[in-house]
């Protein structure tokens, strides 16, 4: 069975309504589903709903109405006022203004689960973290010494939806999930009783499409946190172009990387730590990058999170980057331009982020299809970020898909750009959801940019446009 994540989860629900599918309908349509199930099961009878304040209850809300013949009381674990979301406090005031009773649990004394012939969990859903708190727990045990059917919504409350690690945990009969599985279901098969899987309406493309749940998987900030907390980017290149590797860098740091350091070869040196006081330039002894700088790329590489390589660089950038790989300093990795690499060493994280040309110089085809990437990120053993002005992203077995972006983005150095906003998420993501939430921020930025200068920007206007769209993104509702 498919399975999902509830992080995955979390990000496709708000790209859905990021793209147009709003999360009022989403819920209706997992609420309906509930009904249907218990439906299918009892013709009539009492029905005890304990619900939740957060969107897990929501769908129980919805559900309330939907059960025609049913005696349907709904026990509140909390007060109504500290509902969390706006759709589940809609969803909670048109249902108790339908006549549905509702109840508020404020004190554990008085959870009741008695003569009911249905209950309905809804409580905590794919939100529990640890031990339960009072009056959940005590909620849990009531559920359990009860007589009733139990269904539980999307997951058993007490269950942890990713792991199926429990303390204590509601026990139903039926799990009703949505959209697809989260691992723990499978796991903890004694808790989900019969599991039902139902559709709410995503369609196959919305679970693909970039959008502000990309940028919410991989972008975190801690308030106790420190220099070096939020990621610390190796960049290596530089040659011909000298700019390249610079774009690189400041973008990575435009994308919250705290510490980012530059190597590049002495011969362009001086004219890189001269574009910005932000840079920390290292030399490496050479004209150009070369297998002789790899021991000084080792030990640069041990004091970063990601090395991002290949901008503006020729020569042998491409051996140098396939065995800086090999190194035991290297878990994680983008490449660029000259350094990507047709199949990436074992051991080591990377995203490769090839134009068209590109893609066929290293893996020999072309990319005329989703199915051409997809073959290119299982050769490669690494997620491919295919540049195009639909980018394709994979790692071989899922695939996203950016839409962002315009045609002024075909000038130089946004490629560049791009390899450091992957740089910066890979730190805390991975390399699937990072290379993603990157292809949208850049395209992104280039949308700002259209709409101030029109087609006739510059890679550093888009650089300059990544704070305010990673701010967009995550206050994005």
Request: aromatic share 6%; glycine share 10%.
């Amino acid at each position: 069975m498919e399975t999902i994540t509830t992080a995955e989860m979390a990000a496709i629900d708000v790209n859905c309504e990021y793209h147009g599918l709003s999360r009022l309908q989403l819920m209706e349509n997992a609420g309906k589903a509930i009904a249907e199930e218990i439906e299918k099961r009892f013709k009539a009878g009492r029905i005890a709903i304990f619900a939740g304040l957060g969107n897990n209850g929501g769908d129980a809300f919805v559900a309330a109405r939907h059960l025609k013949n049913f005696d349907v009381e709904v026990f509140l674990l909390g007060k109504a006022s500290e509902i969390k979301t706006d759709i589940a406090m809609r969803n909670f005031e048109v249902m108790r203004k339908a006549g549905v009773a509702v109840k508020e649990i404020r004190d554990s004394t008085y959870v009741e689960a008695s003569d009911y012939d249905v209950i309905i969990d809804a409580m905590l859903g794919t939100g529990v973290r640890g031990r339960l708190r009072q009056p959940y727990a005590k909620a849990v045990e009531a559920i359990n010494s009860s007589n009733a059917y139990v269904v539980a919504v999307d997951v058993p409350t007490g269950l942890n939806p990713d792991t199926g690690e429990y303390d204590l945990a509601v026990k139903a009969d039926l799990t009703v999930t949505f959209h697809k599985a989260k691992p723990g279901l499978l796991n903890a098969k004694e808790l989900v009783g019969e599991l039902v899987v139902k559709s709410i309406g995503i369609p196959p493309l919305f679970e693909m499409l970039a959008g502000p749940g990309d940028v919410r998987m991989v972008y975190r900030r801690q308030r106790e946190g420190h220099k070096g907390t939020h990621g610390r980017v190796l960049v290596v290149g530089g040659g011909p172009y000298t700019g390249a590797p610079a774009l690189a860098a400041l973008a990575a740091y435009a994308a919250g990387a705290d510490i980012v350091t530059l190597a590049v070869p002495k011969s362009v040196y001086k004219i890189v730590a001269s574009f910005s006081p932000d840079l920390i330039v290292r030399k490496l002894e050479a004209d150009e990058i070369s297998l002789k700088n790899v021991e000084d790329i080792q030990k640069l590489a041990a004091k970063h999170h990601v090395v991002v390589m290949g901008m503006g660089a020729e020569g042998e950038i491409k051996e140098v980057a396939e065995e800086v790989l090999k190194l035991n300093e290297v878990k994680k990795a983008v490449l660029d331009a000259g350094a990507i690499l047709p199949e990436v060493p074992e051991g080591v994280e990377c995203i490769l982020t090839p134009h068209r040309g590109e893609f066929r110089r290293v893996f020999g085809f072309d990319a005329s299809s989703w199915e051409d990437v997809k073959k290119a990120a299982r050769k490669a053993k690494a997620v491919v970020l295919l540049k195009a002005p639909e980018d394709v992203i994979s790692d071989g077995v899922k695939v996203r898909i950016n839409r962002s972006g315009n045609a002024g983005m075909t000038v130089g150095g946004t490629g560049d750009v791009l390899a450091g906003i992957a740089g910066a998420f890979l730190v805390h993501g991975n390399a699937l959801w990072a290379a993603s939430a990157a292809a949208l921020v850049n395209g992104l930025a280039g949308d700002v940019c259209f709409e101030k200068y029109g087609y006739n920007y510059r890679a550093m206007h888009v650089m300059d446009e990544i704070p305010g769209v990673i701010k967009e993104m995550l206050e994005f509702a």
